[in-house]
T-cell receptor, first 112, second 112 residues
Framework: DAGVTQTPRHEVAEKGQTIILKCEPVSGHNDLFWYRQTKIQGLELLSYFRSKSLMEDGGAFKDRFKAEMLNSSFSTLKIQPTEPKDSAVYLC??????????FGPGTRLTVL | QQKVQQSPESLSVPEGGMASLNCTSSDRNFQYFWWYRQHSGEGPKALMSIFSDGDKKEGRFTAHLNKASLHVSLHIRDSQPSDSALYFCAASERDNNNAPRFGAGTKLTVKP
């Protein structure tokens, strides 16, 4: 079975740009998570979907970060407008019914 | 407030030695635990889950859970250089709509 797919693997953006990161979860999984990972803050939850419904979002990220599940096999994370402090690795993960999470390889975002 | 605390922040053991990592939940509702491992440049991968009091062994890895103290540990025997990675503990509620919570991680270095 295919694992979690994330594209692109690397993204470089100018401050103020809009960027969209993509994620395809494991087939059959109904939970989808977006995280931001930095050395200082560790893993921070951005959004959590269950069966395409938004269940939880990280309060600190509401203003410029928007995650969506267009269907059960595809999700996007939009950052608008980007700021240099958004430079981080963005991870997508999926699971089935509160089970073990399967993570994608991540997208490394650099904002200049 | 961080619901999951991990210690130590970093740990160095010789090849063939035993590594012991600790994790505590500060919320009594979050009492179902996972251990994940992340090698540099990759997404985290699940090592094991533990939901019941006592020990759970998978190969060289043994997890121990004490639900009364909400403490879980991970012991790696016969540590190998390939075990060098960032180890995360995650805690979850069951049958709830909140995402699991991750600790800040323990960086393990196994020296040849």
């Amino acid at each position: 079975d295919a694992g979690v797919t994330q594209t692109p693997r690397h993204e470089v953006a100018e401050k103020g740009q809009t960027i969209i990161l993509k994620c395809e979860p494991v087939s059959g999984h109904n939970d989808l998570f977006w995280y931001r990972q930095t050395k200082i803050q560790g893993l921070e939850l951005l959004s959590y979907f269950r069966s395409k419904s938004l269940m939880e979002d990280g309060g600190a990220f509401k203003d410029r970060f928007k995650a969506e599940m267009l269907n059960s096999s595809f999700s996007t994370l939009k950052i608008q407008p980007t700021e240099p402090k958004d430079s981080a690795v963005y991870l997508c993960a999926s699971s089935r019914d509160w089970g073990t999470q399967y993570f994608g390889p991540g997208t490394r975002l650099t904002v200049l | 407030q961080q619901k999951v605390q991990q210690s130590p922040e970093s740990l160095s053991v010789p090849e063939g030695g035993m590594a012991s990592l600790n994790c505590t939940s500060s919320d009594r509702n979050f009492q179902y635990f996972w251990w994940y491992r992340q090698h540099s440049g990759e997404g985290p991968k699940a090592l094991m889950s533990i939901f019941s009091d006592g020990d759970k062994k998978e190969g060289r890895f043994t997890a121990h859970l004490n639900k009364a103290s909400l403490h879980v540990s991970l012991h790696i025997r016969d540590s190998q250089p390939s075990d060098s990675a960032l180890y995360f503990c995650a805690a979850s509620e069951r049958d709830n709509n909140n995402a699991p919570r991750f600790g800040a991680g323990t960086k393990l270095t196994v020296k040849p």
